[in-house]
T-cell receptor, first 118, second 112 residues
Framework: GAGVSQSPSNKVTEKGKDVELRCDPI?????LYWYRQSLGQGLEFLIY????????KSGLPSDRFSAERTGGSVSTLTIQRTQQEDSAVYLC????????????????FGEGSRLTVL | QQQVKQSPQSLIVQKGGISIINCAYE??????FPWYQQFPGKGPALLIA?????SEKKEGRFTISFNKSAKQFSLHIMDSQPGDSATYFC???????????FGTGTRLLVSP
């Protein structure tokens, strides 16, 4: 498809297990973002990638959270030793960087991965 | 640390009415102010955006009003329709690096 693809769409796991969430951005989009949306809350920034590097990972809530991006495309968000408070929808977005070096502003979001930690 | 405050949390408007959602920001370095619309089970999608060099931007039934001195901006939806029922998020960012800071969202219900 032409949009941002995320998998799995739903994940139920037990407390203490590790989970991996995958994001496949729009082809050609060099910027990639992970956000977290908890029930009734806004979107909480987690990490931003430009290419394969992450110039801003300030939103990762703890060292149990990590993310990588390979080939300037697919990104994986890993949560180790999951806790119940990690339950949320994890949204990935990508954007196009203009030739001037500035991002063009519009983020294209995927439909998210809903994580439930029992 | 809530850098963008959004109100109201929820809003019910009759079909044909005007929906108004307000946001206030703290960081004067912000220079890009978008609104995103989210339907249940979907990711947010850009609705309309404004930069601080203008005080108003209109696209169809959707208008952003921007008050730089008050550090406030608002979304107006004219002739609201049931299909507009969704959650709306304001956001802000600074510079060319689009790390968007989002408000907490407004759930809009337009009654038929």
């Amino acid at each position: 498809g032409a949009g941002v693809s995320q998998s799995p769409s739903n994940k139920v796991t037990e407390k203490g297990k590790d989970v991996e969430l995958r994001c496949d951005p729009i082809s050609g989009h060099t910027a990639l973002y992970w956000y977290r949306q908890s029930l009734g809350q806004g979107l909480e920034f987690l990490i931003y990638f430009q290419g394969n590097s992450a110039p801003d990972k300030s939103g990762l809530p703890s060292d149990r959270f990590s993310a990588e991006r390979t080939g300037g495309s697919v990104s994986t968000l890993t949560i180790q030793r999951t806790q119940q408070e990690d339950s949320a929808v994890y949204l990935c977005a990508s954007s196009l960087r203009s030739t001037s070096g500035q991002n063009t502003g519009e983020l294209f979001f995927g439909e998210g991965s809903r994580l439930t930690v029992l | 640390q809530q850098q963008v405050k959004q109100s109201p949390q929820s809003l019910i408007v009759q079909k044909g009415g005007i929906s108004i959602i307000n946001c206030a920001y703290e960081n004067t370095a912000f220079d890009y102010f978008p609104w995103y619309q989210q339907f249940p089970g979907k990711g947010p999608a850009l609705l309309i955006a404004i930069r601080p060099d203008v005080s108003e931007k209109k696209e169809g039934r959707f208008t952003i009003s921007f008050n730089k001195s008050a550090k406030q901006f608002s979304l107006h939806i004219m002739d609201s329709q049931p299909g507009d029922s969704a959650t709306y998020f304001c956001a802000a960012s600074k510079g060319g690096f689009q790390k968007l800071v989002f408000g907490t969202g407004t759930r809009l219900l337009v009654s038929p």
